[in-house]
């Protein structure tokens, strides 16, 4: 109450010097707002309260951006949206040159899938502190140049003025720009303000072997020899490229799901080898053994559903069985957010040899 009465005509001494008497009891949000009421109340105390901010603010880790509190799950995400927002208004409002603005930002921006945030207060909250920022840094007058580079040669030219305003189509570059095996592009920013920009890539692989990709969200997929149902000897082993299984084992199919960031409603889709076929014999959650919210068996795949994925790994698994005689591929499993189709990733491709059972045959 005291921020809100501070931003629209000013605020009781008496209960600002309440508040900032007992700032070390206050929220990380109620942190940044008391920093707020005192720069715009021009108090000198502002600098104590800024300055006490720098004890709130956690930098990712293996990641450039940084965040007041917590973000580990989609519920925690939103207050952290909120909490990070009003901090960086506070450190933007005290000194444009703090270096902590670049990773409160990164952390706002990097939020946004599909081109929106979470939820309507979220994105209040984001646009707020963003359009602040943008206001104090007078982006809306900047003008520059993009200039992408692909293997050290310049393709592209891309001039923008307003901010950036006028960039409205992406920037397309086709197949004769890259050469076979690895390439390297390169963005650089000549001109004011600060740029944001992604890449998105479509391959067609041709490779015997395709290996899987992913960024702030990840698939491996390993794949364990579980022996015959009713077996005297139990058989346990992990399977690797092209080993051979009898027909009639079960294969217990394991798929960990890693993200960088909380994410809400994905769809796993793991690609059967053609010669197995799933154990259970009704869609539902069962399939996962209830890992998963949801789970459907289709002719060529299973597909599972999350409602969310925290930060960190999780792990979901089903169980094949070796049917028909020959060698087969499993192509890359892959998982997507489905109302932000960006956020996806592809696990490494597999192949078995399925072989008619020989009784006496020896395992290794």
Known sequence: MVYALASTGGAPKAAVDTVFSRRSALTPRARAQLALTLLELKDRRARVAVENLDDVVQAARGRPDAAVGEANDAWSTSAAIEATAFTLMAYARYDLASPLIAPLTDFLVLRR??????????TAFAIYALADLARREDAGNRSGLFIVSVNGREVKRVPYTHGGLNLTEPVVLGDAAFKAGTNVVTVRHDGG?????GAAIDVFNMNDFIKGVGGDLRIERRYT??????GDVPITTQAEYGMPVDSGERVRVEL????????EFLMVEDLKPAGFEAVALQSGPAVCNHQCAHAELRTDRVAMFLTQLPVGTVKLSYELRAEVPGRFSALPARVEA???????????????EVRDEQPGRAKK
């Open 338 to 352: 489905m109302y932000a189709p960006e956020l996806q990733a592809t696990a490494d491709e597999m192949r078995f």
């Open 225 to 230: 020899l579980l022996g015959r149902p009713g």
């Open 256 to 263: 960990e799901l890693t993200a960088n960031k909380a994410m």
């Open 193 to 197: 303000g600060t740029g944001y920009f």
């Open 113 to 122: 899938n599909g081109g929106r945030w979470r939820n309507t207060r979220d």
